[in-house]
């Protein structure tokens, strides 16, 4: 069974950092691309950054570009989001999420982690 | 970035209705187009990739279409599980981006 597990999210202030993890299993994680996904509270989906298909390369939201930072390990299975300079305006549940098919749409999704930016 | 505007952004409807959503893009992104369907307090769950291919075990009363810059959900016979939020993506390049969300809500 495929699995995704968020972790790292917390309440933090303004100009603050956190880092969210995502583990996974159930499938070869290295052989996928990966993404962000985030959701403010009663808002829609905004995609954050992901890998390309070859996983050589990365891309970012114009909302978050110059402060957060995907990377990966995959000798641990595990998706990262380092996030700097948070602002109020970042306050979202974070999903990882698997882009399927060697394509760039997300077939699998973790449950989610919240992260918080206030003061 | 390409824009997705998907209408109505709220459906009232009731189990047995044929439902309909429809998801525009600011330019013609082919057919690299998804959907979702999240229900409250849950991660989003995927549905179709390629305007209309249905994801493993989506039942077949889902249907997509279209192509370009104009795209449709299709449930044929809405059953209570299905009352929801539904959301289009496009994956025709970068910045990936969804559209606003249609509720599909009780009648």
């Known amino acids: 069974e495929v699995q995704l597990l968020e972790s790292g999210g917390g309440l933090v202030q303004p100009g603050g950092s956190l880092r969210l993890s995502c583990v996974c299993s159930?499938?070869?994680?290295?052989?996928?691309?990966m993404s962000w996904v985030r959701q403010a509270p009663g808002k829609g989906l905004e995609w954050v950054s992901g890998?390309?298909?070859?996983?050589?390369?990365?891309h970012y939201a114009d909302s978050v570009k110059g402060r957060f930072t995907i990377s990966r390990d995959n000798s641990k299975n595990t998706l990262y989001l380092q996030m700097n300079s948070l602002r109020a305006e970042d306050t979202a549940i974070y999903y990882c999420?698997?882009?399927?098919?060697?394509?760039?749409?997300?077939?699998?999704w973790g449950q989610g982690t919240l992260v918080t930016v206030s003061s | 970035d390409i824009q997705m505007t998907q209408s109505p952004s709220t459906l009232s409807a009731s189990v047995g209705d044929r439902v309909t959503i429809t998801c525009r893009a600011s330019?013609?992104?082919?057919?690299?187009l998804a959907w979702y369907q999240q229900k409250p307090g849950k991660a989003p769950k995927f549905l179709i990739y390629?305007?209309?291919n249905l994801g493993s075990g989506v039942p077949s009363r889902f249907s997509g279409s279209g192509s370009g810059t104009e795209f449709t959900l299709t449930i044929s016979s809405l059953q209570p599980d299905d009352f929801a939020t539904y959301y289009c993506?496009?994956?025709?390049?970068?910045?990936?981006?969804f559209g606003g969300g249609t509720k599909v809500e009780i009648k």
């Open positions: 890998f390309n298909n070859r996983g050589d390369s990365t």
């Open positions: 999420a698997n882009q399927g098919g060697g394509s760039y749409y997300f077939d699998k």
């Open positions: 159930g499938f070869t994680f290295g052989t996928f691309a």
């Open positions: 330019q013609s992104i082919n057919t690299w």
């Open positions: 390629r305007a209309s």
């Open positions: 993506q496009q994956y025709q390049s970068f910045a990936l981006t």
